[in-house]
C-alpha cells in the first residue's frame, strides 16, 4: 500500500498520505497552474472564515475541470485514502495559490456544502503540489487538545483529516504554496467508525501480505463487512 503516516491530535486521526501523484503528474499540474488565471479564496469561503481567508484560487474552466480530472483519478486508485476515508461524495476540489504575505486564519469547514445537492463535510483534505523547499511557512496547523500540530508535506503528499477541526495555515513568507483542498462525505459518519474499520482493513491487508488467504483473514473480512454493513449510510 502507499506510505502512510498516522499520527492522532486528542482523538483526532490525522493520516499522512505520502505519493498520491506521480512526479509526472505533479510537473504537468504545476505547469498549468502557472499559466492558469487565479481569483479571490474568498468567494468560496463561508462567512465567517471570509474575514480570515487570503489566498487566490484557479478560476473554473477548462484547466480547473481536467486537473480536477487528475486529482479525482488519484484518490481512486490510492488504496490507503479509500481504506481509510470511505468516500461517499467529494467536493469539487480548490487548486489554490499562496504568495508571500497570504494566509488562512483560525477556521473550520462548512458542515454543509453545495448548492442544490447538499452534501455533509466529514473528512477534509490538502494535497501538496510543490516541496517545502519552494517555500517558507504555510504550513497547516492542527488545533488539537494536545496542542498545535504542524504539517509541511513533501509533493504529492496529502493530509487527510475531520472536517471539525479547528485550522489555519500560516502565513507563506517565501516563495509560492500550491496545493489542493477538498472535502468528503463519508459512507460511514463517525470517525471513530471509520478510524475501527481502517484498522481492520490495514491489519488484513497485511495480514494476506504475510500468509495469504488464510482462515483468520477470513474472518477478519467477515467483521469489516459486517461493521460497514452496520455503519454505511448509502
Given amino acids: 500500500m502507499a506510505a502512510v503516516d498516522r499520527q492522532m491530535g486528542g482523538k483526532i486521526m490525522i493520516l499522512c498520505i505520502g505519493n498520491v501523484l506521480t512526479p509526472a503528474e505533479l510537473e504537468e499540474i504545476i505547469s498549468q497552474l502557472k499559466t492558469a488565471e487565479f481569483v479571490d479564496g474568498k468567494l468560496t469561503a463561508g462567512w465567517h472564515a471570509r474575514l480570515v481567508k487570503h489566498n487566490t484560487q484557479l478560476k473554473k474552466g477548462n484547466t480547473s475541470e481536467t486537473l480536477t480530472q487528475r486529482v479525482s483519478a488519484a484518490l481512486k486508485r490510492n488504496p490507503v485514502f479509500q481504506m481509510a476515508v470511505r468516500p461517499k461524495a467529494i467536493r469539487s476540489p480548490l487548486f489554490s495559490r499562496y504568495d508571500v504575505g497570504m494566509s488562512y486564519g483560525t477556521h473550520v469547514d462548512n458542515a454543509v456544502m453545495g448548492e442544490g445537492e447538499l452534501m455533509r ?21 492542527m488545533e488539537t487538545t494536545q496542542g498545535d500540530q504542524a504539517f509541511k508535506l513533501d509533493a504529492g503528499a496529502m493530509i487527510v483529516y475531520p472536517s471539525t477541526t479547528l485550522h489555519r495555515v500560516e502565513p507563506v513568507t517565501r516563495g509560492v504554496r500550491w496545493v489542493v483542498v477538498s472535502w468528503v462525505q463519508s459512507l460511514v459518519r463517525e470517525a471513530s467508525d471509520r478510524e475501527i474499520l481502517f484498522d481492520l482493513d490495514t491489519a488484513r491487508h497485511r495480514l494476506f501480505e504475510q500468509q495469504g488467504k488464510t482462515a483468520e483473514f477470513d474472518l477478519l473480512s467477515k467483521s469489516l463487512a459486517n461493521l460497514l454493513r452496520k455503519w454505511a449510510e448509502v
Avoid at 463535510?121 to 496547523?141: I, K, Q
Fill in 121 to 141: 463535510s466529514d473528512v477534509s483534505f490538502t494535497l501538496f503540489l510543490n516541496p517545502p523547499s519552494e517555500y517558507d511557512g504555510g504550513e497547516l496547523v
